[in-house]
């Protein structure tokens, strides 16, 4: 254990073990050995529930002792740190409800906003609506490498198209971007022409524009040309490394490319996802060019997706694991290429592994809005859920108008913690109420004593029909923590009218 191990600071306070003090302010608190023992097995464990028996173990070890004695301990911290920071998770225990150290966020700052809209599809024909969405698509993962701007996730940008002059002011006002990037795409076979504006959206001006022309592999410079320029204009220096890191690997054919956004669509939705549909575009891809690495990778999801709704054979996963891992060697510098990695072992319950990945993704894109939600899902998973709900925080800042799941996942980090309430009003705000999301309500209000609501919710699972199952479900989610697994499956069971 490191020195830095041994130093823990949660609000205005510092528990130092190597001192065995405990400051507010640098001044000297006073807690009894008893209280201070438990404090020091909280801040071991923060953001994690700790069970009662687990503290009764560490604190009074080989010794028989009552509830009462580590209620009193738990009453005293309270006195010297406020209520706040020690929760009571009901019928679980307690957690020490502070961020760690080394689970700290990139911080946003003043750094500018930057809004990519949707792209006008010039020639109308709806089959090139994948290369439009594409090339704005590729200007924000560009943009976001750099880490000098904020740069607002996909959802949020796209939920406007290109608009005339008059509607910028309106769209800063809703999405608080300070500038917008707005273009159009028209597409002649392998020829494909765009044209691209920066508008600065306080003052309603236009900073930059310049329209481009390509054919076959010269598309993916458009991209990089776009993404340069436009950090040319709004910070002073771009460093040739951003530059490299910012570009993709050279694919045989705009074709390849096409392919693997179109089957990228079909994935958008984990709700509606056509997983067959995907998969044969991929492949087909992959048949084009067997150097895509993202071609295995989006394979990888369209493979294992189903694992996050329904019991799925490890053989399933297994193949899933080694095409993330083949996208991941072709395209190294790519986040998503290891995102993808980390999602995969996660619903295998290689927890490590899924952080270790996810971390490398964080690596290349700190910015990314689906990194730092699945960031959160992760810690979630690991029973970290404060630590969890602050990088679900954080993806939400960068996509505002973010999509249901990552309400979805907070949701489920609420419940951890006793807050059923909170999971409940968040889940009753999905615009989708499907039965992975009906199932998480009965739990929160089996669990709020609502037992009639729960079950009215179990009811309409069964009316939707399909072969979706709450029983199955609730052993699928790929808690690290069998004390989390039975916290959930509490609540379920209860909904059931079964006990746990």
């Not at 400051?23 to 994690?48: I, S, V």
């Not at 750094?111 to 010039?122: D, G, H, K, T």
Request: charged share 25%; glycine share 8%.
């Amino acid at each position: 254990m490191s020195v830095a191990d041994e130093v823990f600071r949660f609000g205005r306070f510092t528990l130092d073990l190597r001192k065995g003090t405990i400051e507010q302010d640098d001044e000297p608190l006073f807690l009894r050995p008893k209280a201070y023992a438990c404090l020091t097995h909280l801040a071991r464990n923060m953001g994690r529930v700790v069970p009662k028996g687990e503290l009764l173990e560490t604190v009074w070890p080989g010794v028989y002792v009552t509830e009462d004695s580590l209620t009193q301990s738990i009453r005293e911290i309270r006195k010297v740190l406020g209520d706040e920071l020690v929760r009571t998770v009901s019928k679980r225990g307690y957690m020490l409800a502070a961020g760690t150290g080394p689970q700290a966020l990139p911080e946003i700052g003043n750094q500018p906003i930057v809004a990519v809209l949707r792209f006008r599809n010039e020639g109308g024909d709806p089959a090139n609506e994948a290369i439009v969405d594409g090339l704005a698509e590729d200007i924000i993962n560009g943009l976001a490498r750099f880490g000098t701007l904020t740069v607002l996730a996909r959802n949020t940008s796209f939920s406007f198209a290109s608009h005339a002059a008059a509607e910028w002011g309106e769209i800063r006002s809703r999405i608080g971007a300070d500038f917008l990037v707005e273009g159009s795409v028209r597409r002649q076979e392998d020829r494909v022409l765009a044209a691209v504006n920066l508008i600065d959206a306080k003052v309603g001006s236009q900073l930059w524009g310049e329209r481009y022309q390509a054919e076959g592999e010269g598309f993916f410079a458009i991209e990089r040309d776009i993404v340069e320029a436009i950090i040319g204009r709004l910070v002073h220096r771009v460093t040739a490394t951003g530059l490299k890191r910012s570009s993709r690997k050279p694919i045989t054919s705009l074709a390849t490319y096409e392919l693997v956004l179109k089957g990228v669509t079909l994935l958008r939705d984990p709700a509606q996802a056509d997983l067959e549909g995907a998969e044969a575009l991929f492949n087909a891809a992959i048949a084009r060019d067997p150097a895509y690495g993202l071609a295995y990778t989006y394979l990888a999801l369209a493979r294992s997706l189903n694992a996050e709704f329904y019991p799925v054979e490890p053989e399933i996963l297994a193949q899933a694991r080694d095409f993330a891992d083949k996208g991941a060697q072709l395209a190294p510098d790519q986040a998503t290429s290891r995102r993808i990695q980390s999602l995969v072992r996660a619903f295998m319950r290689q927890h490590e592994a899924a952080e270790h990945y996810l971390r490398i993704a964080l690596e290349l894109n700190p910015f990314d809005a689906d990194c730092i939600e699945q960031m959160g899902y992760l810690l979630v998973m690991r029973g970290k859920p404060v630590d969890g709900l602050a990088w679900l925080a954080r993806a939400q800042r960068i996509d505002p108008l973010q999509p249901y799941w990552f309400e979805f996942d907070r949701s489920l980090a609420l419940y951890l913690i006793g807050d059923y309430r909170a999971a409940a009003e968040t889940l009753e705000q999905s615009t989708k109420q499907t039965p992975w999301i009906r199932t998480r309500l009965a739990a929160c209000y089996a669990q709020l004593g609502e037992i009639d609501e729960a079950r009215r919710q179990i009811a309409l699972i069964d009316d939707m029909g399909g072969k979706f199952s709450a029983r199955a479900y609730m052993k699928i989610i790929p808690f690290e923590s069998p004390a989390d697994a039975a916290h959930f499956e509490e609540g379920v069971l209860l909904a059931l009218g079964e006990k746990s």
